[in-house]
């Protein structure tokens, strides 16, 4: 498969974000990377759903939201309602996962789940064929631009060969520190999507930045 860029919206200039969604609509990127943060499970608070419908009115591509909330079941129809595409939640956040995960679905979006950098991939072993996604968060969540944590390419093989094992159709996404250079070894090491923040939007040339990561994959 191709491989998936999706820019993380929580590095653009929040005073011109319907201009950096124009750019994404017109980059290679694919999805559009949502973090939504409510300063309880991670030390920082973002998007609110006002800010995700506005996102959604001018986005010609899927929305990627991804929760790192606490108790995300409060909230899962309202993502729906506010145009997420694929919700992904935190495996730390969830005592029922697999209810959390039947709902996603129940309600047309993909469902995807997220790995904090201390979390073995093999806890989702009992789950991995009921998901659309894996994200391995290649830093601790909360902040963007980020040191790149390493461990994050062996559980990148570690979630593949999960997948290839239980037979699950999901892909694996990576969120975190993704360079060029660290988006390579992500890439070679099995990831499908790459999500990239502070790298896009602090670059020169953000739509260029975004068809070099695309190019990683050939």
Not at 23 to 35: R, T
Not at 69 to 93: M, Q, W
Not at 124 to 141: A, F, H, R, Y
Not at 189 to 207: H, M, R
Request: aromatic share 6%; charged share 20%.
């Amino acid at each position: 498969m191709e491989l998936i860029i999706s820019p993380s919206v929580l590095s653009c200039d929040f005073a011109n974000i319907q201009r950096d969604v124009e750019m994404i609509n017109q980059s290679k990127a694919d999805w559009f990377h949502i973090d939504i943060m409510d300063g309880v499970f991670v030390p920082n608070i973002s998007f609110g759903f006002p800010v995700l419908e506005a996102i959604k009115k001018h986005a010609q591509k899927p929305l990627d939201v991804h929760l790192m909330i606490e108790n995300p079941d409060r909230y899962i129809e309202s993502f729906k309602n506010c145009g997420a595409d694929l919700l992904t939640v935190h495996y730390e956040s969830c005592t029922h996962l697999s209810r959390t995960i039947q709902v996603i679905k129940n309600l047309g979006m993909k469902a995807g789940v997220a790995l904090n950098p201390h979390t073995p991939v093999d806890l989702l072993i009992d789950i991995i064929e009921e998901i659309d996604l894996v994200l391995i968060m290649s830093v601790n969540p909360g902040f963007g631009g980020q040191k790149f944590i390493n461990n994050a390419i062996l559980k990148v093989e570690q979630a593949k060969n999960l997948i290839h094992r239980r037979g699950s159709k999901a892909i694996v996404e990576v969120d975190g520190g993704v360079n060029l250079i660290t988006g390579k070894q992500l890439v070679d090491a099995g990831a499908d999507a790459l999500v990239a923040g502070s790298f896009v939007f602090n670059s020169d040339s953000p739509k260029q930045t975004i068809a070099d990561l695309k190019q990683l994959r050939m």
